[in-house]
């Protein structure tokens, strides 16, 4: 197994005079189900397009299993592409959906019809061969796409915003189904998403990429439990943002008296870290939601808006109300500017 699987190389890639990633180093290990994930224009797709061959870097350069391949072409890279829109051929079955990049490379009758049951059983499919992708559900189209990459045995298999297109059911379905193909073939995956629950359920590593860099690169749980920066903490549901100045909490709108020591410039809460109903605080209930297992204030306070939850167990507080809360310690997350 190769810690440098896929390395990228102090890479820069452009559209035009505009530098959209500018100098991005990335090793992938082999095997492994990693995740870029950040908000639209982050450099994410971007940098998934050079990896596949679709963009040519202004300079840097990128290497697939010890092979330089920066200057090589998107089909002598041995890249499977899954795209969000899957990109099928409405006019043929199932089947031959699954079946046409290998007849393309003029394979027997007999290898094309082994590798593509295999690779429509590997997710699932088996009895839907001859179904027309309109006669099939968009998980099942999802799946089929995937299908179509594995057969052709790819050194790494990348995959473009892969959930988006399905309702929250079917999303969760496919994030089991990619966990379980990846698993099970142990193909290198490196997939673009901006959705922070996708990548937190389904990666090995998560690359979060701002402006184009990467902002922090981790286990889903280091970025979860341990976000480093401001817009790291804010992307991984920290929402409770402040700066620590002079013993106090200091936002653009006032300040709080923090209540303990703290030695980093500014702190975060999740809103299931703040505590409501009492507290050394008070502020005014401007909005309240029922979320299933909890309720979601937005309380106006001298710092601001603040986010909290409280258990649907405890006494609903009602618009215009003032409401005690307190910001503990124990949930702070210590972040770097």
Partial sequence: MSDKYVSLSNLTLSYGKTVAVPNLNLDVVEGELIALLGPSGCGKTTTMRAIAGLLQPTSGS???DGRDVTRVAANKRGIGLVFQSYALFPHLSAFENVAFGLRLQKMSDAEVRKR???GIATVGLTGFEKRKPAEMSGGQQQRLALARSLVMEPKVLLLDEPLSNLDARLRLEMRTELQRVQKATGVTMVFVTHDQSEALALADRIVLMKDGKIEQLGTPHELYAKP???FAAEFMGFENI???EGGNLVSDSGQLPLGF???SPMLAWRPSGVQVGRGPFSGTVSASSFAGGHREYVIDTPLGEIKADASIETPEVPIGDTIAFD????????LSV
Avoid: K, S
Avoid at 327 to 334: S, T
């Fill in 261 to 263: 020591n703290a030695v």
């Fill in 327 to 334: 910001l503990p310690e124990a949930a702070a997350r210590p």
């Fill in 116 to 118: 593509t049951d295999a």
């Fill in 242 to 244: 402040f700066r620590v």
């Fill in 228 to 230: 480093a920066t401001a």
């Fill in 62 to 64: 990128i290497a697939i």
